[in-house]
């Protein structure tokens, strides 16, 4: 006699919305963080935002630590 099995299996999918969110928020980190050299301030300050980095000067040691050159 043969017995045959059942295997169920439960796929709990993640969202697209949550995938789409995370990935906005991970490319919007990334230019914090690799490339802002003053922009994201700029829209507050104008150009003096571009002289005083201050989102450069945070998150210098970390630019390094992750490999992106700054200076």
Known sequence: MSESRQINVSKTGIS???IVALAIIFAA???VVGFDQGHIFSLVYGDQAF???YIH???HDMRH???FPCH
């Open 65 to 67: 630590a992750a490999g």
């Open 16 to 18: 697209k919305l949550a």
């Open 29 to 31: 980190g990334l230019f």
């Open 51 to 53: 002289t005083d980095l």
């Open 57 to 59: 000067e945070l998150t």
